[in-house]
């Protein structure tokens, strides 16, 4: 091609997307400064101008109107199996039609895309096969598929793909009102794409936010690889996007990864600040200008509109530049350096630091001095709410001192900010090599901010000294140390008994203590403060539906479900439209709903609000979205849907490890769960494996008697009824109890399932220590009477407590009172839980143990019988029905045995043996009791 022909097709696309005044202002510069290109130029756009109205910006255009076009010859005609039904979008190379199969075979719809007639040349022609060629290599999940492909009767290749329908990603984000983390997380999910394209030698060469459209469920999905290379082309691109491609392509330089990155770097300005990295620079020509230097985001996001600021979920620029600034203005800026070898190396690079960035991590894109590694670090911690207390204080504290700046109450301001330094202060003097290297010293940490806090020399005034003692609270809350916690909590009120912001922290704090008749005092005079407030604005809505939460959280520890539940619809109704903090706060009270709905066997409903949960928060906060699948894990595993629950356990985990790494307490809760997802599949053993990691990272984090130790040694006991530890699995369960005992107090529901944990061990193993038969039976059945008291008081669904309960009597041969707890269960199941439900298959299993009893074999070998055909393939057959299943073969060879037909009881506790292989271990009491009894026998 002539080199004429070349400098004018790669200016054609970039004047083609920009508006119609500075198309008119560019053209003019090129009338003066190139004279030979602009006749091309114009006859080239006078040819577009016939089939694309050019006097509108790109998505208008995309949209088609043909009222302003020569009609399509295209339309309604056959391409391969394709009836092409309508334009979908116009580019400088190509058209995209809808079109639908119209062979019979099947339907579908797809995204049909044909080179444009008016401008088709040899250099486009094979543009446009290269792009068709550079489709069918990839296969990823962000990149739309190409399906067919084929040539027409003019000769011009066309091509299918899957139909996106989406919105361009900075589009998508606006319309919701993304925070700016949101933004960054939806641009890693792009980067995935463009990661996976270059690892196969691929360029794309054309990323802006119109080829990066966001599906109705939320994933950005990559277009348009018209201009895509590989990195052994040698020839230049045929057409530019203006603004998102790098200066070097200008200047006919070779492809490299550089230049997909400095496009995303622009996508990330634009997610960020609503505008380009510089003023769009001059069309590309041989005697191009030095480009502009880039300007950091954060400049950008405080010198604009206050809408721009609103769309992302702040109310004025200045929140907008400070939540982008520091270590996200650094990622910008180097993704779009001037010389390419300064911007990031691959994609990967790229997006471990935007991950650095969400996580509070120090970036890789410039050296932070150590205060502001320390930041970092307080602000990372926070976002667990673990051992991170003095985290939350500093965040507290930050948080304050903006209040105060707007209020400009200048001696708070530096009060606040002294107790600021004072905990970054505190933080470094410790031995935190590297800063997170040495493990903490929580307690260590805490005493010394407390006693420097306390120093009559330290600057303070009642708001800055009740913001570190409510800090300090909740962070010994977090390690275990209540007394400390309620005696700093009872100061920082003292001293504010009229800051809602505080009350509202205490009131949680003394909810979590189990405290619940303090904590809706606390809420009930915040919500008196706020109340009392003149101006009623988005903030102050929030503040109220957080307190009038906690004031739920309280009737519901002290039992009193249906004013809880009133007061959450209140809170969730409180809350102000729009933004993405009420998003987040719309979704943990979603999450609360959800796991009260749980507790109350209300499943469908949880499942919903849990969904829902995850749906709103997870493009906002990924961490907001992983609690709510916590709960839902047990929801779905509640419904016998195992592998469902297995399955988001083990994306739950794989989120906690990426987020937080491996020994975090974040990440161990995960693995509680994954660990019940496991019990739910009947894979005691690895469950077990799973506990013991999480309760190793849970000593040497929060402690030994935290709440979280209590629920991993639950778990922990209930496998290990498949290893024959009978002392460790009732030790365990003990622990549990106590833990919880004094954590939550005797009512909580999780004291009751721990309650109702030792009473299963108990009776489970004293069927095999028959001189502890009598005592663990007995402790057994008075933990069991005292948990059905309470539920029933509390009027809490309990279809498997009464079940265990049930169970309990019929081993412990209280006949008469199984046969009535057995029947109240199975009205419990069937009521909240359905008629296929797998607890059922318990229920069955006791009824045959009390026909044994009851010497009424025929009628039990009828009951064990169904339960073994009813159990299907053991591969995908729950626990629980593998469990019965096993004990109903069990309970036929001892029928067949004490009828004097051995040949026959052994079949059955061969079956038994193979079967109880899968879910416990060699050493499993029960398994190992059915081996003895078949060796006896023979």
């Known amino acids: 091609m002539h080199d004429l022909q070349a400098r004018s097709l790669a200016l054609f696309d970039s004047l083609v997307a920009l508006p119609a005044s500075q198309r008119t202002e560019a053209l003019a510069r090129l009338r003066t400064e190139q004279p030979d290109l602009f006749p091309l130029l114009d006859a080239l756009l006078e040819a577009d101008a016939r089939s694309s109205p050019l006097d509108r910006p790109a998505p208008s255009a995309l949209a088609g109107d043909a009222a302003d076009a020569e009609p399509d010859r295209r339309l309604h005609r056959q391409l391969g199996p394709w009836k092409i039904e309508r334009v979908l979008g116009e580019g400088g190379m190509g058209t995209v039609y809808e079109a639908k199969r119209s062979d019979g075979q099947y339907e579908h719809t797809v995204a049909l895309k044909c080179l444009r007639m008016a401008v088709a040349s040899p250099a486009l022609v094979e543009a446009f096969r290269t792009e068709r060629n550079t489709l069918a290599r990839l296969d990823h999940p962000g990149i739309a598929a190409l399906l067919d492909g084929g040539v027409d009767a003019d000769g011009h290749p066309w091509f299918a793909m899957q139909k996106v329908d989406g ?19 939806l641009l890693l999910q792009a980067c995935e794409a463009v990661a996976y394209a270059h690892r196969l030698g691929v360029l794309h060469q054309d990323i802006k936010p119109s080829n990066l459209l966001v599906d109705a469920e939320g994933r950005p999905r990559l277009l348009d690889f018209g201009l895509a290379r590989t990195l ?27 230049l997909d990155i400095y496009a995303l770097g622009v996508v990330l300005y634009r997610l960020l600040c609503g505008a380009g990295p510089a003023p769009l620079h001059a069309l590309g020509t041989p005697s191009l200008p030095t480009p502009a230097a880039p300007r950091n985001p954060s400049a950008l996001a405080a010198s604009a509109d206050a809408a721009v600021a609103q769309a992302r979920g702040l109310r004025h620029p200045r929140a907008l530049a400070a939540a982008i600034g520091n270590d996200m203005d650094r990622i910008a800026l180097r993704c779009v350096a001037i010389l390419p070898e300064q911007r990031y190396a691959s994609v990967e690079a790229l997006q471990a630091d935007l991950q650095r960035w969400l996580a509070h991590r120090p970036v890789t894109a410039a050296p932070a001095s150590r205060a502001h590694r320390i930041r970092l670090f307080l602000r990372r911690n926070a976002l667990a709410a673990t051992l ?43 031995a935190l090599s590297g800063l997170g290297d040495t493990p903490l010293t929580p307690q260590r940490l805490l005493a010394d901010t407390e006693r420097r806090l306390r120093d009559p020399a330290f600057p303070h005034t009642a708001t800055s000294r009740a913001l570190g003692l409510a800090a300090l609270a909740r962070s010994y809350n977090v390690i275990g140390n209540d007394a400390h916690a309620a005696s700093l909590a009872a100061e920082a009120i003292a001293l504010r008994p009229d800051d ?3 009350a509202a922290i205490l009131s949680s704090l003394q909810n979590q203590q189990a405290d619940y008749p303090r904590a809706e005092r606390t809420a009930l005079r915040g919500l008196q403060q706020v109340d009392a407030t003149a101006e009623q604005d988005a903030e102050r ?57 749980t507790q109350e066997c209300r499943l469908a409903a949880a499942e919903q609000d849990l969904r829902q949960a995850i749906g709103m928060s997870q493009p906002l906060d990924p961490a907001v979205a992983d609690d709510a699948r916590r709960y839902l894990v047990r929801t779905l595993g509640l419904q016998d849907r195992a592998s469902e629950a297995h399955a988001l356990a083990t994306a739950l985990l794989a989120s906690r490890r990426r987020m937080y790494g491996e020994d975090h307490p974040q990440t161990a809760r995960a693995l509680v769960t994954y660990a019940e997802s496991l019990i739910y599949q009947s894979d005691l053993k690895q469950a077990l494996a799973y506990t013991d990691q999480a309760r190793a990272i849970f000593h040497a984090s929060v402690g030994d008697d935290h709440p979280d130790m209590a629920e991993a040694l639950r778990f922990s006991s209930y496998a290990r009824t498949g290893t024959g530890d009978v002392a460790g699995a009732i030790d365990q369960a003990r622990e549990a109890l106590r833990i919880h005992l004094r954590a939550n107090g005797p009512h909580h529901e999780l004291t009751l399932k721990s309650k109702n944990n030792l009473a299963a061990e108990l009776i489970y193993f004293g069927q095999f220590a028959p001189e502890k038969r009598k005592d663990y039976n007995d402790e057994a059945l008075a933990l069991f009477r005292d948990v059905v008291a309470e539920g029933t008081r509390q009027r ?33 199941i069937v009521a909240h839980l359905g008629r296929q439900h797998s607890y059922l298959s318990q229920t069955q299993y006791s009824l045959g143990l009390l026909y044994v009893q009851l010497n009424r074999d025929d009628d039990a070998k009828r009951v064990f019988q169904a339960l073994v055909d009813g159990m299907g393939d053991p591969a995908k057959a729950s626990y629980m029905r593998t469990m019965n299943a096993f004990g109903a073969l069990d309970g036929l060879g001892d029928i067949e045995q004490r009828n004097g037909r051995p040949g026959q009881a052994q079949a059955y506790w061969r079956r038994a043996v193979a079967l109880g292989s899968r879910i416990y271990g060699p050493q499993g009491s029960t398994l190992l009791e059915v081996k003895r009894k078949l060796a006896a026998a023979r």
């Open 167 to 185: 919105q361009p990603i900075d589009q998508w984000c606006d319309a919701r009102r993304l925070s700016p983390r949101a933004r960054v997380q």
């Open 232 to 258: 052994q082309t040698e020839r230049r691109p045929i057409a530019i996007s203006h603004g998102y491609t790098a200066p070097e392509a200008l200047r006919e330089a070779r492809p490299a990864r550089t």
């Open 388 to 430: 991170g207390g003095i985290a939350a204080a500093a965040l507290l504290i930050g948080g304050a001192v903006a209040t105060l700046q707007l209020q400009r109450a200048r001696q708070e301001v530096r009060s606040v900010a002294a107790l600021d330094r004072l905990f970054e202060r505190t933080l470094g003097s410790t």
């Open 500 to 502: 809602a912001r505080i």
């Open 541 to 597: 809505r929030r503040l109220r539906a957080s307190l009038l939460a906690e004031r739920a959280r309280a009737r519901w520890g002290q039992a009193d479900r249906d004013q809880a539940n009133a007061l959450l619809e209140r809170a969730l109704a409180q809350l102000p439209a729009g933004g993405a903090d009420t998003t987040l706060t719309h979704a943990e009270l979603l999450t609360l709903r959800g796991y009260w709905r």
């Open 796 to 828: 809490l669904p309990m279809p498997g407590i009464r079940l265990s309960y049930a169970f309990g009597l019929v081993v412990s041969e209280h006949p008469h009172e199984a046969e009535q707890q057995l029947l109240l269960a199975n009205q419990e």
